[in-house]
């Protein structure tokens, strides 16, 4: 990917600074093989930020569509035609005199063998792997987006233990599971989750939703914050991964600026519990995501069925409740 300067954005930069920055949009591709392995590739000697990786792509052409330019580039860089993407996340990231747009997709098929066309070095690697190698600042969210799911399935508020139990085999595998359980005092809460834990096993990611230290003490995959507490939080609590709940631009900001991993925002659709409630709509909701700087799952009034649909927004994938638990 052609960066247009150095790879450092400017602490402390007035926001009008950085609006006046000239803004270059780019196509960057995820090419992700049958073993779970993404490919990024090395900056050459002689180019700025030498020696770092990164995901391959390069400058979208006036007149050009974010596809035909990954398509093209991926072609240029590694000598492969991209044959099936999907958009995976937007990220802006500004530079000390210019504003990156990054147009990033995920890619599962292609045709050919990738070769380092530009004199570049390229690694297939694990996402367990991939902090051994320094990747760009810029593409960090991109990492996020790889390494959540698209399913993040929430306990109804007041289902029960055994019920609860017994359907987790049924939930997708890999997905998180927020146990939002709101009668439960936090010791019930407590000793229900560790009985998730066990039998969810390595098929899903558990999110807890109580004081943050109950992630570590239990061994759960993260935690979620809802509106209200991320609101008050003076920083990101020490947990592995970090969700948030999010109804506005500025709420989706807090969670960028916190460091967390990821947001649900909603309601995109009037949903059975609140009928008369009017929902974002995909116009709105598309347009915060996509200037989220972060992934985004949509929750309310969708499920599993509307995932292609979401995705196509540049959404992370769908949260709900009653679509994982129909009756």
Known sequence: MSEPTVESAVAGDAPQAVAQRPRIAVAAGCLVDGAGRVLIAQRPHGKIAAGQWEFPGGKIEAGETSRAALVREIEEELGVTVRVARPLIKVVHAYRERTVELDCWLASA??????????????????????????LAADAPILSA???????????????????????????????????????????????????????GGALRVVLDRDPEMVGRLGAAGWHADSGRLAALPSR?????????????????????????????????????????????????????????????????????DLDAVQAHYAQGVAAIRAYWPA
């Open 110 to 135: 292609w045709s050919g063998e990738p070769q380092g066309r530009e004199q570049q070095a390229f690694a297939w690697v694990r996402l367990d792997e991939i902090d051994g190698y320094p990747i």
């Open 146 to 200: 790889l390494r959540l799911p698209a399913h993040y399935v929430f306990t109804p508020p007041d289902i029960g233990a055994e019920a609860l139990l017994a359907r987790l085999p049924q939930l997708p595998r890999g997905a998180l599971l927020r146990l939002r359980l709101p009668a439960l005092d936090d010791a019930a809460y407590a000793a229900l989750a560790a009985r998730v834990l066990v039998a969810a």
């Open 237 to 305: 609590p020490a947990v592995p991964l970090c969700l948030a709940s999010a109804h506005s631009p500025a709420e989706l900001t807090r969670a960028r600026e916190l460091g967390f991993d990821a947001a649900v925002l909603g309601p995109v659709r009037p949903t059975p519990t609140h009928p008369d409630a009017s929902g974002l709509g995909e116009t709105t909701a598309a347009a915060w995501t996509q200037a989220a700087n972060l992934p985004v799952y949509w929750l309310g009034g969708l499920g599993p069925g």
